[in-house]
C-alpha cells in the first residue's frame, strides 16, 4: 500500500487547457522518476518512421512505457512531459498520434501538465519527435 497522492489542478482564473494535458499536479509521497528524452529508436537500434513523426510517435511513447515500467511505474505516475517536435509543420499530425495515444495511456482524461516546443532539429536529423518525462513513484 502506499500513501502517494496524485491530484490534476485546474486553477480559477486561469483558461481551460487548450490540449491534452493538465495546467498542474500536485503529488504527495513517493520517489522522483527522471526520464532522458526518448527517440524513435526501436529496441534493435533502428529509427522508426524516417520522415513520418505520425510513425515516430508511438514508438517514443512504447519507449517511455518500457523505461517507467522497468522502474515499478506506468503512465499513471507521470506527472510532467517535455515535447519536441522538429518544423512547425509537424505538430498537428503529432497531436493527432498523441491524441489516439492519449485515449490508451490516461482513459480518465486526467493528463499530465505538458509543454511543446518546436525546435530546427534534434540530436540525429532522421528524429521528428523526442519526449523527455518526469514521474513520482510510489
Request: charged share 15%.
Given at each position: 500500500m502506499t500513501d502517494?497522492?496524485?491530484?490534476?489542478?485546474e486553477p480559477e482564473g486561469v483558461h481551460p487547457p487548450t490540449g491534452k494535458y493538465s495546467h498542474a499536479v500536485r503529488v504527495r509521497g513517493g520517489e522522483l522518476l527522471v526520464i532522458a528524452g526518448q527517440v524513435p529508436i526501436d529496441v534493435n537500434g533502428h529509427i522508426v518512421g524516417v520522415g513520418d513523426i505520425a510513425s515516430q510517435t508511438p514508438i517514443v511513447f512504447e519507449n517511455i512505457t518500457k523505461v517507467l515500467e522497468s522502474a515499478g511505474?506506468?503512465?499513471a505516475d507521470v506527472v510532467?512531459?517535455?515535447?519536441y517536435i522538429v518544423g512547425r509543420g509537424n505538430v498537428v499530425t503529432f497531436i493527432e498520434a498523441r491524441t489516439a495515444i492519449f485515449e490508451r495511456l490516461f482513459p480518465?482524461?486526467?493528463?499530465?501538465?505538458?509543454t511543446l516546443v518546436v525546435v530546427d532539429g534534434l540530436a540525429n536529423e532522421a528524429f521528428l519527435v523526442e519526449i523527455s518525462?518526469?514521474?513520482v513513484l510510489p
Open positions: 502517494r497522492q496524485r491530484y490534476t489542478i511505474g506506468s503512465f510532467e512531459l517535455t515535447y480518465d482524461g486526467a493528463h499530465p501538465p505538458a518525462a518526469l514521474a
